[in-house]
């Protein structure tokens, strides 16, 4: 019945219809009436209430160019040494953009101190890179315009000392964590593995004039040669057989992994921001955070981003790139329950939900805290402090155990004294009686 050509273009042709037509049936799920894609944030559960924003300063120079780099000089570049370029400046004010797009229904358009407070660590290409961030987040509009000639406006950052900072820099004296490190630098499993990269790393000292003995060593030298590459800059010939290859770019990548390895490194070095945001959390939930607040940025580090997600055991080894965001999203549901979202952004694409492990894309802020108690430090000071028992005989505190020491000789001499007198009285005693007898 349909063994002639022509019907069997028809049937192949309505064959094609149907399919075309379930096909735009199923996008169309996808799609908003001006055919862009739905947030999948929308089909979350609950309502935005407040979101912690983490990311990456934009664009820079190498921070210390390698000792035989024929770009090492501060004359090809157009900015100092780890600055942020006009590149970088331009990233985060198109994230700035994105970031007022996807949050404009929880940030008035005009600026308030009681909406929305930005944290930077206390370096120039991170407040730079929220200055910049801010400028496309806050374009300034009705009361907000001061100059028409400038699209700008003025907005606080706040920053501390990176010398004191244990939340966000994380570089507040931690001895402790210092312990921690070294113990695993000088485990077995760890040494065998960086064994296994010694002749990457004898060959990047040796090419590049500067000693390479650890993964972080041979991350720097590896991020000057991307950012080098990045400015079509010819790359030297010894790193045809390196740059851009499995292993250094694994060693790398690693790299990034080690300042969390153990769950107590991720206690110490993330567990305070981490314990920040979640404590802001439950304030804002209870109804009981002063200003009430509805963002929270942090302008950081490829570091610092990596370092957080390793602590949500949410970390896919790769070296977070400029701009790189993670935002912790708090939504309330019908129940007036508080959920938890993670979301990273990464690329220029629209970010997802990242699976939060035992819970899922959507968690309930208590089950959340409980999955990561482990990496919540209680008092950081505290846990910082190492125990004697931890310490080598060169990291003891020298006055402690001379004060020590001190005391066990004053309890030892007041113990002589007191046994002195003990026998002294009972020889006395002793002599009376014979003396009574006679």
Request: proline fraction near 7%.
């Amino acid at each position: 019945m349909w063994n002639h050509p022509s019907q069997r273009w028809l049937i192949l042709i309505c064959v094609i219809c149907l399919l075309s037509f379930a096909l735009a049936n199923s996008l169309h799920g996808y799609a908003n009436a001006e055919g862009h894609p739905v947030e999948i944030s929308a089909t979350l559960p609950g309502q935005l209430k407040f979101v912690h924003v983490i990311y990456r300063h934009g664009d820079r120079t190498p921070v210390d160019p390698y000792p035989t780099d024929p770009w090492g000089d501060r004359k090809f570049w157009p900015t100092g040494w780890g600055d942020l370029t006009n590149l970088g400046k331009q990233e985060h004010y198109d994230l700035g953009k994105w970031l007022r797009n996807r949050y404009s229904n929880l940030l008035p358009p005009l600026y308030s101190n009681e909406n929305i407070y930005v944290q930077s660590t206390d370096v120039d290409r991170t407040l730079m890179s929220a200055q910049s961030n801010l400028a496309g987040l806050y374009e300034p509009q009705g009361e907000d315009i001061w100059n028409t000639d400038i699209n700008w406006q003025p907005i606080p950052i706040h920053t501390s000392p990176e010398r004191v900072d244990p939340i966000l820099a994380a570089k507040a004296p931690c001895p402790a964590y210092d312990y921690e490190l070294a113990s695993l630098e000088s485990s077995p499993e760890f040494k065998a593995l960086t064994e296994k990269h010694r002749n990457l790393f004898a060959y990047l000292s040796e090419k590049g004039g500067r000693p390479v003995k650890t993964f972080i060593d041979a991350q720097y030298l590896n991020n000057t040669l991307f950012i080098e590459n990045l400015y079509n800059m010819t790359l030297p010939e010894w790193t045809k057989k390196v740059f851009g290859r499995e292993e250094l770019t694994y060693v790398a990548n690693f790299a990034f992994a080690i300042s969390s390895y153990t769950r107590k490194l991720a206690r110490l070095k993330a567990g305070p921001l981490l314990k920040d945001i979640f404590q802001r959390f439950k304030e804002k939930s209870s109804g009981s955070l002063k200003p009430d607040r509805s963002m929270w940025v942090y302008s950081a580090h490829d570091t610092t981003v990596a370092s957080v997600l390793n602590a949500l055991k949410l970390f896919e080894l790769h070296s977070p790139p400029y701009t790189a965001c993670i935002m912790m999203e708090l939504r309330v549901d019908e129940t007036n329950t508080p959920l938890v979202s993670i979301f990273y952004k990464n690329t220029t694409a629209e970010p997802l939900p990242l699976d939060i492990p035992g819970c899922g894309p959507s968690c309930p802020l208590a089950k959340l805290v409980n999955i990561y108690e482990d990496v919540l430090p209680v008092d950081w000071e505290r846990e910082c402090k190492l125990s004697t028992m931890m310490m080598t005989y060169e990291e003891a505190n020298l006055g402690t155990a001379t004060g020590i020491l001190i005391l066990i000789v004053i309890a030892l001499l007041f113990a002589s004294y007191g046994l002195m007198i003990y026998y002294r009285r009972r020889n006395y005693k002793l002599y009376t009686s014979y003396s009574q007898m006679a």
